[in-house]
């Protein structure tokens, strides 16, 4: 496939035309994103696309082949062993040839500063060659080099008519990277002479570079030479490039191209495969088969829990001026369970089938009754989904063609099994068989896990593991008024391990047996106009906050609880749903608790839970709104979101595409070569003052494209590349994992670019 795209890329690029469409096309793609036809590859100094309208046909070509070039080798992971380099090389080369050829038009004469510049950068050409690269001027190099400046400065001479003044110093800031020697002449076919292959070698055994490090300076020495050659001719000048989103840079990005397919929700398997692929989540104990309802968190899952639980508490605690926190204890009094009526009735129906011995939830298992002509057909069941009505009716239709009956099908509306009569629960089938009778009639079974406390073995010694968080914030509602400099309406947030024996842990982390909760209750006076208010502004700020972590809004929507199924002592719920991959679910829920919690701790433990309110001079058990969310069902609602292929540069691309703010890695430092101790002393300073903030990443491995790649499958938003040009100008190559886009940033000031992208 690599072989195949570099092979189109060289023979688009091989004529004029072709590689005037390769630039016309790239410059549009770069239109698109960043609002300029023009960009800077990411070596300054290196090849500029000028305006293709205003550059002559050769130059334009000269510069998208550099450009192609350049893509072999940094984003193919090509290097000049390979065939397609060298023959792009040998383009290049013969391209470059024909530029020289061309005669400057004749009202192109160069503005002063174009050729202070030019003789600026050939300067600093001359400078690099001898002070870094050690060749003195009995090189061949050095000659040409020299031999550039001085026919730079003689254009830059005034006739001797004129008598103009002499040209001022080239000031510093314009230095450049260095131009190059004059390539040899091209052999007439276009392939590189002899003499040209032959200089290239030479050079390199001189400088002792590496065959990429001597094509670098090669690509980049050429493209310096033609915005010289342009200059002087008078062709566009370089626009100043647009900058980053921080504003600082100088550079315009450039971009793959990325064409991006339509989003769909993965299946629940390929969230499976890439959670465990990328060490994000494992199953616990799975050296032993697992264990139902346990999860495990590898070393990427971790960081990504650690985001959103961190996002989480900044936006509803940090972020506002009303909301405290508390980290109350898993195990407490059993009272407290007491109280809160848990250990009476939290519980879940279950339904077991005898003949599979397989166990269900009774309000998870839906049936439906079909009829044919109005008589009784028989009973469909089926687990809950999103299309339940319709697979109802798909079953009933299998049922009517093995009944071998005639006449017209009705199904009744599904409903869960809790809402079958003692009748018709018999004559439902079980899941597991297909056959009706062998389904109980449901029990309650309570979901707390049990445990004892001290080393007494007995009914006094039973505790529980708290199967949600909130109540520990009740219990703790008169400590944080006594103490908080809290008035109504204020909140308690709290992030916690919570505890469920669920019957029927299913679909991977979205209900597990041990979980961690992040949940506010936000306490209101108990006036009857006012808490309907609260509680649509919590349902706001939730889904404000789940948009600002990156999940697609297209899969959020709101499911509201009817009152007939409201708790007694409940005023409203409303769910969050998602649409997750295994059909639309409560993510989180958003309710109107009224004021049962702290009646009931105040009943049980005869303590009072009321609240001076000083402005009102009144006393009165506050109201709460209680917006809950798990961090585990978040988690899995963040891969959803993030879960993505594309396209990029006609290649498949599998990423993830974490909100910065959750993404575990933050940032990928990659120096361009391993084998340049400069390069990589640079490249750990920047590892080293980046790990101070952020989780970042160091990786020397493989081509730069490979670990582009290998950075966007654990959605890392940002890759920093430090080349040859970070030890001349301080600047590195920030590309972005979704865009591709890639743009020059300073050293000083890529830290505070990631702080924007990232904490805003
Ligand atoms: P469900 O109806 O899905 O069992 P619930 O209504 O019982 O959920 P709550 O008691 O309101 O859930 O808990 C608040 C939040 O905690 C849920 O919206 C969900 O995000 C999370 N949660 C609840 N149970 C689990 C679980 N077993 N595994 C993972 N997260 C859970």
């Not at 391990?497 to 108990?526: C, D, G, H, L, V």
């Amino acid at each position: 496939m690599r072989g195949l795209v570099v092979t189109m890329l060289f023979t688009a690029a091989r004529s004029v035309r072709m590689a005037r469409a390769f630039t016309a096309q790239g410059a549009a793609q770069r239109v698109a994103v960043t609002g300029s036809p023009l960009f800077q590859l990411p070596r300054t100094g290196s090849v500029r696309m000028m305006a293709a309208a205003a550059a002559e046909d050769v130059q334009a070509a000269v510069a998208a082949q550099g450009a192609v070039v350049r893509k072999l080798k940094e984003e193919d992971g090509l290097t000049n062993a390979d065939q397609a380099v060298k023959d792009a090389v040998a383009e290049l080369m013969r391209l470059k040839a024909l530029a020289e050829a061309e005669p400057a038009p004749a009202a192109a004469a160069p503005a002063e500063q174009d050729l202070e510049a030019a003789i600026a950068a050939q300067g600093a050409v001359v400078r690099k060659l001898k002070e870094e690269d050690g060749l003195t001027n009995g090189d061949q190099a050095v000659k040409d080099a020299v031999a550039e400046l001085v026919r730079l400065k003689a254009l830059a001479a005034p006739p001797p008519a004129a008598k103009a003044p002499p040209a001022p110093p080239a000031k510093k800031k314009q230095k450049k990277k260095g131009s190059p020697p004059p390539a040899p002449a091209a052999a007439a076919d276009g392939a590189p002479s002899a003499a040209q292959l032959k200089a290239l070698d030479a050079l390199a055994a001189r400088v002792g570079k590496s065959d990429d490090a001597l094509i670098d300076s090669f690509v980049g020495a050429m493209s310096a030479h033609l915005d010289s050659l342009q200059k002087v001719k008078g062709g566009a000048a370089p626009a100043k490039a647009a900058a980053p989103k921080s504003g600082k840079a100088d550079a315009a990005p450039k971009t793959d191209k990325v064409v991006e397919t339509e989003y769909q929700v993965p299946s629940m398997e390929e969230i499976i495969n890439v959670c465990k692929r990328r060490g994000i989540i494992f199953q616990s104990s799975e050296v032993y088969g697992g264990f139902a309802g346990f999860f495990d968190y590898g070393p990427l899952g971790v960081e990504l829990r650690a985001n959103i639980k961190k996002a989480w508490w900044q936006s509803m605690v940090h972020r506002r001026d009303d909301v405290v926190g508390l980290d109350s204890s898993i195990i407490s009094s059993p009272q407290v369970w007491k109280a809160s009526g848990h250990i009476d009735g939290f519980s879940d129906p279950m339904v077991d089938c005898k003949e599979s011995n397989l166990r269900y939830r009774a309000d998870q298992l839906f049936w439906a009754r079909a009829e044919v002509d109005g008589e009784l057909l028989g009973y469909v069941s089926l687990m809950e989904t999103d299309d339940m009505q319709e697979l109802a009716e798909q079953a009933a239709e299998k049922l009517k063609r093995k009944a071998k009956m005639q006449g017209t099908l009705s199904v009744t509306e599904v409903k869960d099994f809790t809402e079958a009569t003692p009748e018709e629960q018999k004559l439902i089938p079980s899941p597991a068989t297909g056959e009706a009778g062998s389904l109980t009639a449901p029990r309650e079974f309570n979901l707390m896990f049990q445990t004892n406390v001290g080393a007494q073995v007995d009914g006094s010694s039973v505790a529980y593991l708290r199967p949600e968080t909130a109540q520990g914030i009740f219990t703790n509602f008169k400590n944080v008024v006594a103490t908080g400099r809290v008035k109504v309406p204020f909140g308690i947030a709290q992030i916690g391990k919570a505890f469920r024996n669920e019957i029927t842990p299913r679909n991977f982390i979205f209900r597990s047996r041990e979980f961690e909760q992040m949940e506010i209750e936000y306490f209101i006076p108990p006036d009857e106009d006012c808490w309907k208010a609260f509680h649509e502004q919590w349902l706001t700020d939730s889904e404000n906050f789940l948009l600002s972590i990156g999940l697609r809004p297209e899969l959020i929507s709101r499911d509201v609880h009817p009152d007939h199924k409201l708790a007694h002592y409940a005023r409203a719920c409303t769910d969050l749903m998602f649409k997750f991959p295994h059909g639309t679910q409560e993510l989180q829920g958003v309710a109107a608790r009224g004021n049962y919690d702290l009646t009931q701790h105040a009943t049980v433990s005869g303590k009072s839970m009321e609240y001076f309110d000083e402005e009102r001079k009144e006393k009165y058990v506050p109201h709460v709104i209680e917006p809950s969310i798990g961090v585990d069902r978040l988690m899995l609602a963040v891969l959803t979101s993030a879960y993505a292929e594309d396209e990029v540069g006609g290649e498949k691309r599998s990423l993830l595409r974490f909100h910065p703010r959750l993404a575990p890695i933050k940032a990928a430092v990659l120096p361009l070569v391993k084998n340049k101790p400069e390069i990589m002393d640079k490249a750990n300073a920047i590892y080293k003052k980046l790990q101070k903030r952020y989780f970042v990443t160091f990786d020397t491995s493989g081509q730069i494209g490979r670990r582009y790649r290998r950075m966007d499958e654990v959605g890392t938003p940002f890759c920093i590349t430090v080349d040859f040009d970070t030890l001349e100008d301080d600047t590195v190559t920030l590309r972005d994992r979704d865009s591709t886009e890639q743009r020059r940033v300073t050293v000083p000031e890529l830290l505070e670019y990631l702080e924007d992208q990232i904490d805003s």
